[in-house]
């Protein structure tokens, strides 16, 4: 499948955010990361999981949440990377740079946040109800989007290892604060950064398709849950 690729330049907060935007030939939607807690745009399994997605006509924009003046900062204080409100809005400064974008401005935007990206993404599908169509939550702390949770409109899936059980009863908590269609998928055996054989691959799996089925659906409206 070819692809167009670019370096993204997305203004946010008075930073410049640095990304790579990757679109296949005729994309059915396309797909904004919002990487973890010491993570960058480089983290092997968020590519790991873009290049799925990819290979199932879903564009993918990887980018740095924080400046890397920001990321040195953050390494010793670990003060930006619990910060949600400045995390989310930066990833509405993404959702809105797809929306300007010529290869990606008539796609649906699906949201894939790992760790406390996860927070972000929920916190920016809340504020961009008409744009942001899905989102995902791999290994994610989305009981840290707190009030946000209950004004996301599109539907969520939570993607937990089995065995990361702290981790797989804070995304409960957050599923029953949602009011959008969402569901839990626990993989068994796998602990919090998916290093399992095998474990990352279904986690992936299940994005695809997740992400798959905002290509066909209109806009969600509140709905139930479900475990998967």
Do not use: C, K
């Amino acid at each position: 499948m070819v692809s167009a690729s670019e370096t993204a330049r997305i203004a946010a907060d008075g930073a410049l955010l640095v990304g790579d935007l990757v679109v296949p030939r005729g994309a059915r939607g396309a797909v904004a990361f919002a990487h973890g807690s010491g993570s960058s745009r480089h983290s092997p399994r968020n590519r790991a999981v873009a290049e799925v997605l990819r290979r199932a006509g879903l564009g993918t924009l990887l980018f740095d949440l924080l400046t890397v003046e920001e990321e040195r900062v953050d390494a010793i204080t670990a003060e930006h990377r619990f910060d949600i409100p400045l995390l989310g809005r930066r990833l509405v400064a993404a959702v809105d740079w797809l929306g300007g974008h010529p290869a990606t401005a008539a796609l649906p935007v699906g949201l894939f946040g790992a760790s406390t990206g996860a927070a972000a993404a929920l916190v920016a599908a809340a504020e961009r109800p008409d744009r942001v169509r899905a989102v995902v939550s791999r290994g994610g702390r989305p009981d840290l989007a707190g009030g946000a949770l209950s004004r996301v409109r599109a539907p969520v899936l939570l993607v937990v290892g089995g065995d990361d059980r702290e981790v797989l009863r804070l995304n409960e908590q957050a599923a029953a604060m949602l009011a959008a269609p969402h569901a839990v998928h626990v993989v068994p055996g796998a602990t919090h950064l998916f290093e399992e054989p095998g474990t990352l691959e279904q986690a992936a799996e299940a994005a695809r398709d997740w992400f798959l089925d905002m290509t066909a659906a209109p806009a969600a409206g509140p709905g139930g849950s479900r475990r998967r």
